[in-house]
């Protein structure tokens, strides 16, 4: 990829997102009402969301909150620059990593037993969720040669036909990145939250309008990642990505109207589980087909 | 901009007989369908816009009601749903009652009934959402004025 275009795809990255990401919630919560027999709040309800978050007066419980959530959203457009300029996806989990860990200090500096409750939930799920990104990272660079996303897109074929299980395996740990049950354990997109609010208790008005925000440029970009695997030299292989994102989104939430929560030990089980069969399984079989 | 298009609602049970929290709750269920109009029952008074209480004040409640209150970021507005939250209601001569809840905090919208019906308290509510949005430029207008 050129630097010319690269820069093109980061800025229209930065300034689409947040459309894109609100679209989504939108239409997630739509489905949701609609999937539970009611009619639902307007497409255009997490807009009005975060449009009164920005207006409410700001409780700030420390500034040093104030300064870990902008590090959230901050590190968290940073991943996406990374990812659409082609960067090292190696890297881009990193980021993320570190910008989910702004977020759960954010809600440890807060003195509340929720707060805290919730930021101990958020690393058990990161916990869970952590070595299948890392198994990804290393399935596209045994099935591409290469780290890097610009390479893994000119790719002669797509990831997903040499690597179905760490594609899988990746799939199942976005219902965690998405906060949908059955493992919405640190806080919730909907109202159903068993632990009042969790992660985000203790961040109110502007802040909270700034996680929505990151959050938004979290999903899409995880789903994008999702997205790469379908990805090879043919540009209609862009489309074919696009629609496999909408199937995995509205198969997650359709998981999330079918399932209860579950506790953590359960969570880490299955996450590990399944990291370990469906990926590790499938580098077991790449190795012995190289040879 | 309005704020009304999301009101997040916080309900506290002040000493309520439980008629009222049920059919605060039955109005939350997908059958009412609240979140028609944005309305989310949040259980957090940081998020929360729309402060439903019910039930008269007592001594064991006055002060958790109004820590409640003080931690809801402004504009916010609050209903008192049910007679008993109104002014005491039923019990308003018990000893330990003092009476419905605007005498510990303001109230902006009261909905009566014993039990309220989810009909009168959806009613209510939308209601409350109007306010929230005067309040809100009013809100505008004192900043202006103060610089
Ligand atoms: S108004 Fe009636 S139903 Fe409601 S709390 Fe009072 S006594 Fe109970």
Redesign the interface.
């Known amino acids: 990829m050129s630097l010319g275009i690269a820069i093109l795809v980061v800025i229209a990255y930065i300034l689409l997102t947040p459309a894109v990401g609100l679209a989504m919630e939108g239409y997630d919560?739509v489905l949701t009402?609609r999937m539970?027999?009611?009619?639902?709040?307007?497409l255009l309800?997490p807009l009005?969301?975060i449009?009164?978050l920005f207006?409410?007066?700001?409780?700030v419980v420390n500034n040093l909150q104030t300064v870990l959530v902008l590090g959230f959203v901050i590190f968290t457009i940073f991943t996406g620059c990374i990812f659409f300029a082609g960067g090292d996806i190696l890297l881009v989990f990193f980021a993320h990593s570190l910008s989910d860990m702004f977020l759960v200090l954010a809600a440890c500096s807060a003195n509340s037993p929720y707060s805290s409750l919730g930021a101990q939930r958020e690393f058990i799920q990161m916990m869970a969720y952590e070595p299948m990104t890392l198994l990804a990272a290393i399935g596209f660079y045994m099935v591409c040669g290469s780290f890097n996303v610009s390479d893994i897109i000119a790719a002669d074929v797509p990831a997903v036909m040499k690597a179905p299980g760490v594609f899988l395996g990746y799939a199942f740990i976005l219902v965690i990145k998405f906060r949908k049950s059955p493992f919405d354990l640190a806080t919730s997109h909907h109202?159903h939250?068993e632990m009042?609010?969790g992660l985000?208790?203790?961040?109110?008005?502007r802040s909270?309008g700034w996680v929505e925000v990151g959050d938004l440029y979290e999903q899409v970009q995880m789903l994008a990642i999702a997205g790469l695997f379908f990805v090879w030299r043919n540009p209609w292989s862009y489309l074919l990505a696009f629609g496999v994102c909408m199937a995995i989104y509205f198969t997650m939430i359709l998981v999330d109207n079918v399932y209860p929560r579950v506790k953590w030990q359960p969570m880490l089980a299955y996450t590990w589980a399944i990291t370990f069969i469906l990926g590790g399984g499938n580098f077991l079989i790449l190795t012995m087909l190289k040879r | 901009?309005?704020?009304s298009?999301?009101p997040w609602l916080l309900h506290y049970d002040a000493s309520s007989c439980n008629g009222c929290d049920i059919e605060v709750l039955a109005s939350t269920t997908?059958r009412f369908?609240v979140?028609?109009?944005?309305i989310?029952?949040?259980?957090?008074p940081?998020?929360a816009?729309i402060l439903v209480v019910t039930g008269g004040v007592n001594n064991q409640t006055r002060m958790v009601l109004k820590q409640l209150y003080s931690?809801m970021?402004?504009?916010k507005v609050v209903v008192a749903a049910g007679i008993c939250a109104c002014d005491g209601g039923i019990f308003k001569e018990c000893y330990n009652i003092s009476g419905g809840i605007d005498t510990v905090i303001p109230v902006d919208v009261y909905v009566p009934g014993c039990a309220v019906r989810p009909e009168a308290l959806i009613d209510g509510i939308v209601k409350a959402i109007a306010i929230l949005d005067e309040k809100?430029s009013k809100q505008l207008i004192m900043k202006q004025k103060t610089g």
């Open positions: 919560r009402a539970q027999g009611r009619k639902g709040p307007p309800q009005y969301d449009q009164k207006n409410k007066q700001a409780i109202a939250q009042v609010k985000t208790q203790d961040i109110s008005g909270l | 901009m309005q704020i298009k999301s997908p369908d979140e028609r109009f944005g989310i029952n949040t259980g957090n940081k998020h816009d931690q970021p402004d504009p809100r």
